[in-house]
């Protein structure tokens, strides 16, 4: 954000946080991993109403992807990721198999919408392989 700010050279923007949908919804595998995107998820909200960011003129949203299929999710397909706690790879793989996996494709063209459409602010972007894109705020009340 300090280099977007018009006061020290930049023209605003849009900055795009990378969570997952396991900081939304609770699973059994991967507790820290799910608190860690908890915490990228609400920082990304607070900077959105930030004045800072209004003065700016800079944008903060955040992605919440379920499964992609890039390099980190074949290691936790294949049984061998920090990311899980463990335990039943079973399990792991049933849950794979109902949630989808997305292509990086698809990840890429919501980026892009973000990006492109200057609507979109302080927003969380859900994408999952069954229900598409899908945008939304957890706010319960302006303040
Ligand atoms: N793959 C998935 O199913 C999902 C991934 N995500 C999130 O998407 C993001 C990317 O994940 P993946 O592409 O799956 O992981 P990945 O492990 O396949 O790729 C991560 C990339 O980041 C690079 N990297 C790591 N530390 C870095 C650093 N300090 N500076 C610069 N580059 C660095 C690595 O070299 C690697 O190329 C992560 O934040 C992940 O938590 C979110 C939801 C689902
Ligand atoms: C489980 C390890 C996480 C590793 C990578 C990652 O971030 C993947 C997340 C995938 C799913 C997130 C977990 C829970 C989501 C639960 C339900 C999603 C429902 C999707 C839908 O169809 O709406």
Known sequence: MYYLSVEHGGRGGC???VASMAGLNPNPFSPVYGCTKAGIIHATRCYAVSEAAKKSNIRLNVMCPAFVDTPMFRQMA???????IGGDQTAVNAFIERIGVLSTEDVSAALIDILTDE??????????KKTGNVYSTLTVQDV
């Open 15 to 17: 900055i795009v946080n």
């Open 119 to 128: 609507t979109r602010n302080g927003l969380i972007l859900r994408c999952a």
């Open 78 to 84: 294949a049984g061998d990721a920090s990311q899980t």
